[in-house]
């Protein structure tokens, strides 16, 4: 009996022993997988990430900031926001880069549209889009009050440190703005009869779109392109446009391809839709 017993307690742990080393041997040479998170769907890891630089211009008694957002390649061609007033156009330029890729300028200097600054204590204000050329800074020193030799080359110089900066190397620039559709400011002020009839050689205007959202071009090319697609278009007369020293003006002068994105300010939505349908130009560009 007792025999038995000792075969019997021996048998059991052989059976626990080999079980033991079974499942060892099954845990390390099949060790637990590791779970791994999959790729959202349609999103191009490039684009995921966003450089940001600071570029800084001084201007009497004041740096005015510029922030760049690249996503991607620059391709040689940018948005710029001039105008630290007009937000709408700032979260649809960060929204379209995030899905296309490019570069996007915004000039910051305290919220507002006009620019002030100081030079020896007397109060000075511009438009950051009226300081390109020579003859637009008098107007817009003289339009805000103060003006003075001084302050007139300063704000010069402020306005081509920019452009050198901001356009370098730029291929073409879309200006990004956003405006409250007044009677004195819309597609429609750009037609015949319009306040800026002169300053304009061709308009497109649909039923189908807000007359507050439009493109405003430099080139015929940028022009057919709008008109084929049903959207409200402007094509600046580059020969007679009244030299109020805008950054179109200027391209105008220098032959830089140039388009405004204009959208009525909350319209959000419409001016993302417009710079996607404008995105196969910038390709056709490219590839030239």
Not at 154 to 170: E, N, P, S, T
Not at 187 to 197: K, L, P
Not at 230 to 252: E, K, P, R, W
């Amino acid at each position: 009996m007792l025999k038995l017993t000792i075969l019997l307690l021996l048998s059991i742990s052989a059976i626990f022993w080999w079980r033991h080393t079974q499942s060892w041997n099954f845990w390390h040479t099949n060790p637990t997988p590791t779970l791994q998170a999959k790729a959202p769907k349609n999103v191009s890891p490039s684009l995921k990430e966003i450089k940001e630089e600071i570029w800084e211009f001084p201007l009497g008694d004041k740096v005015v900031k510029a922030v760049m957002y690249q996503v991607g390649d620059y391709k040689q061609e940018v948005y710029f926001n001039m105008h630290d007033n007009e937000n709408t156009c700032v979260d649809a330029t960060k929204q379209i880069i995030q899905e296309f890729g490019g570069r996007f300028v915004e000039l910051q200097h305290g919220g507002a549209r006009e620019i002030s600054f100081r030079i020896n204590g007397v109060l000075y204000k511009v438009d950051p889009n009226r300081i390109y050329t020579y003859k637009g800074v008098e107007a817009t020193l003289r339009n805000y009050g103060s003006y003075s030799a001084e302050a007139h080359e300063a704000v010069y110089q402020f306005g081509q440190a920019l452009i050198a900066k901001i356009l370098a190397d730029a291929q073409m620039v879309v200006a990004m703005h956003n405006n409250f559709n007044t009677k004195t400011f819309s597609v429609y002020s750009f037609a015949t009869g319009g306040v800026f009839d002169v300053d304009a050689s061709d308009t497109f205007i649909t039923n189908t779109m807000g007359s507050g959202d439009f493109f405003y071009v430099t080139t015929e090319q940028f022009f057919k392109f709008f008109k084929e697609k049903n959207i409200n278009a402007v094509l600046q007369d580059n020969s007679n446009v009244t030299d109020d020293g805008s950054l179109a003006v200027y391209c105008g002068q220098q032959n830089i391809p140039y388009i405004n994105c204009e959208a009525e300010h909350g319209h959000l939505t419409q001016q993302v839709e417009m710079l996607r349908a404008m995105q196969p130009l910038w390709a056709t560009k490219n590839q030239k």
